[in-house]
């Protein structure tokens, strides 16, 4: 059996291995003229945290992960509001979960795969067309692939879900927020290692996560009304957080430094199907629950993981399979987009009452015996 997947990702790169440890011949197409590491710092929890212990990578995610053992809050001048503990922190995490450079979650699953599969970086796919017996893809290096199964694990803006069912706006649900997010060659002096800063202002949030391994994140989020893409992103940056204090200024400069900065809305995908024949989607190209979710990763290792277990289960019937997938993951998936709907309010308040009271538990978890009662309830319990 043999599948294309478009999109070396998360979702892209666990399907290829799971996809392998079934017996499978994958083929890998991304657009990205190379690996890329670092990007932002993801919760790695749930569905995709046991898919992780049975696939066999549990151990080299907890080898690269990183522990926050301090959460600050900061007003605009610096001085400080309040700030959680690593036991805390912990307590509101749960056992099973752990913290993660995205490009390093990628980098424990590329490993596992570069020997087995083959990556054509800086290529995508023009067409496909499919019958009852293969699919044939169209890539932009001129070639013409033929499987069993094609995978578009190509993200928020897929182009294999445009090819299969349409133009992006009418899947895409604007969550009226962008974010800009970047690695930080200095971290600035008052952020302790360890630590994660944030300030939150009037719509606008903004912080640094000290990533371990002398790694820092810079993470911009803020309201915006019918966002749309693009946009000078240091110009936008500075026009709606040039008024802050604290280390803000200091981060707008170092970003200038940056090699990349990831720089979109916050979008929901919404798709009625997830696939089409021997076509699916499979991570945020079908389900995006964006970052206001927190578990976007999770979900695109533990849905490719159910994907293969569906297909074993079915190897004749490739159709049958996706839908039996699909039954089994969207309950899921759909839960996870009703939370970040509603943490969407709450994310970057534009008013101070919300802004306080959205900051409530947080500030109820730092006194020292709500934080007792949790680390006994959640932790020692
Ligand atoms: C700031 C932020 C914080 C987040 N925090 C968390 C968190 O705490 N916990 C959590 O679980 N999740 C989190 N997420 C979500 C998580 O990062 C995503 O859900 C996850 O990366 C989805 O993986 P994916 O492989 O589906 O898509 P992507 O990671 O977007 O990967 C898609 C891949 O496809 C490639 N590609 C795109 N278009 C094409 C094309 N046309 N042809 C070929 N290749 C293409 C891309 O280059 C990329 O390599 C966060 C996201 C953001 C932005």
Request: proline share 4%.
């Amino acid at each position: 059996m043999r599948a294309v997947i478009i999109g070396a990702g998360i979702a892209g790169l666990s399907t290829a291995l799971r996809l392998h440890q079934a017996g499978w011949e994958t083929l890998l197409v991304e657009r990205a003229p190379a690996r890329r590491d670092g990007g932002y710092a993801v919760t790695f929890g749930g569905i995709g945290y046991d898919a992780a212990e049975r696939i066999g990578i549990l151990s080299d995610l907890q080898a690269r992960s990183f522990e926050t053992t301090e959460l600050s809050y900061h007003r605009s001048d610096g001085s400080r509001l309040f700030s959680l503990d690593r036991a805390t922190i912990a307590a509101t995490t749960g056992a099973r979960s752990l913290t993660i450079l995205r490009g390093d979650l990628e980098s424990v699953l590329y490993e596992r795969v570069r020997d087995h599969t083959t990556i054509r970086f800086g290529t995508t796919l023009t067409s496909f067309e499919q019958d009852d017996r293969e699919v044939r893809v169209g890539l932009t290096d001129g070639t013409v692939e033929t499987a069993d199964l094609l995978i578009g694990a190509d993200g928020l803006h897929s182009a294999t879900r445009a090819l299969l069912f349409g133009p992006e706006e009418d899947f895409l649900v604007d969550l009226q927020h962008k974010i800009a997010v970047s690695m930080l060659e200095r971290r600035p002096a008052s952020i302790a290692p360890g630590t994660t800063g944030t300030h939150s202002s009037r719509g606008r949030t903004a912080a640094v996560i000290s990533a371990g391994d002398g790694r820092n994140v810079a993470f911009f989020g803020y309201r915006a009304d019918h966002a749309r893409p693009g946009a000078d992103v240091h110009a936008e940056l500075r026009r709606i957080y040039g008024d802050l204090g604290w280390i803000i200024p200091e981060v707008l400069t170092g970003l200038q430094e940056a090699d990349s900065i990831y720089f979109d809305t916050v979008s929901q995908v919404v798709v009625p199907s997830w696939s089409k024949g021997r076509v699916a989607l499979v991570g945020d190209s079908a389900w995006c629950v964006t970052l206001f979710a927190g578990y976007g990763s999770s979900l695109a290792v533990g849905g490719a993981d159910r994907l293969v277990t569906e297909l074993t289960a079915r190897p004749d019937h490739i159709p049958a399979a996706l839908q039996a997938w699909e039954t089994a993951i969207r309950p899921e998936a759909e839960r996870k987009q009703r939370l970040g709907r509603r943490v969407k309010g709450i994310y970057a308040p534009a008013h101070p009452l919300t802004l306080w009271l959205s900051m409530l538990p947080l500030r109820l978890a730092s006194f020292p015996l709500v934080r007792s009662y949790m680390t006994r309830r959640y932790i020692k319990g």
